[in-house]
């Protein structure tokens, strides 16, 4: 299975007795209408729930049934943990796993299948605090420049341009910018988008970012309807997550940027630019689709030798 599992898909392929399939395909469900999980973070769900039926496959001499999973101790999660640890889990791997299984046993809760609030007095490990490594304005600008200078096909630079300068202009997330839809375009002074969640947002769009949209789509060779992809690869299909990521590989080897210029920097940087600039904390935290400010504080806590480095640059080329 290569992409987000359905319903059916999960409850069929998860090593369960058939009462507990019924259940996981119920939370899926759940999952995809409700709470609108993204596919990435689906696929996560699958893989972690996949991993514990499968351990409890070998851990009860059975699949597991509704009866098990009521009766699971303390013991046994941490027996999982450990299995996963041996296996080359990373902290921050086991505690992805952990959340994917609160997310399920609290769905049976408070659906009145099964109680069992074990999980809650199991601890998540400590995961060390990251910091966002955002490119500089100049490292920003050269990335920009390399793309619209790349060897390849005129209307594929100009494609990969307005991609990037969304990512950085507009802060958007991948999924968010490669989800626009032909409609979208010309695009308007504020963009409305749906991120995670299924949460919306205002974005403001700068001239720069419309701009190189439109180039694109001067260049296009695809005749594209209005509820088709605004991005699109060589056959005229969505443009995928994959390719944006490869191109950056290959614009940071080329240009001699550091190792952490990926897309997602891109929004970083947009972040960070904003904050040295003097921007307002719980302005940016909205233009980011951020549900709590602490998660946009992170940006202050950049190497203040950076910030003064990323300022400097911007206020010069005012």
């Known amino acids: 299975m290569t992409g987000a599992p359905t319903p059916d898909d999960a409850a069929r392929t998860i090593p369960a007795n058939a009462d507990a399939r019924r259940e996981i395909r119920n939370w899926y469900a759940h999952l995809m209408g409700e709470r609108r999980v993204s596919p990435a973070t689906l696929i996560n769900y699958h893989r972690d729930l996949t991993r ?16 098990a999973l009521a009766g699971l101790e303390l013991r046994d999660f941490r027996a999982f943990v450990s299995h996963r640890r041996a ?122 970012a419309r701009q190189a949209v439109e180039t694109y789509l001067a260049l296009c060779p695809h005749a594209l309807a209005p509820e088709d992809p605004l991005f699109v690869g060589t056959r005229g299909g969505r443009l995928d997550q994959r390719q944006v990521r490869q191109t950056m590989i290959d614009l940071r080897r080329g240009l001699g940027l550091p190792e952490t210029a990926s897309p997602h920097a891109l929004r970083h940087s947009f972040a960070t630019h904003l904050l040295a600039g003097g921007g307002d904390l719980r302005a940016i935290q909205e233009l980011l689709g ?29």
């Open 290 to 318: 951020h549900a709590s400010l602490s998660t946009t504080q992170v940006y202050t806590e950049v190497d203040p030798a950076r910030l003064l480095e990323i300022y400097d640059k911007a206020t010069r080329r005012r």
């Open 87 to 208: 296996d080359g889990l990373t902290s921050r791997s086991v505690a992805r796993m952990l959340s994917s299984l609160r997310s399920f046993f609290g769905f049976l809760d408070r659906t009145g299948i099964v109680a069992n609030a074990t999980l809650k007095a199991l601890r998540s490990p400590k995961l060390p605090h990251g910091i966002p490594k955002p490119l500089t304005v100049t490292g920003t600008a050269t990335l920009l420049e390399g793309a619209r200078a790349a060897e390849i096909a005129p209307w594929k630079a100009a494609r990969d341009v307005a991609v990037l300068t969304l990512l950085y202009g507009c802060g958007l997330r991948i999924s968010e910018a490669l989800g626009l839809a032909r409609k979208d375009a010309p695009l308007k002074e504020v963009l409305r988008i749906t991120g995670k969640g299924g949460k919306e947002r205002l974005v403001p769009v700068l001239p720069a």
């Open 52 to 67: 514990f039926f499968e351990f409890l496959v070998g851990h009860l001499g059975a699949p597991a049934d509704l009866k």
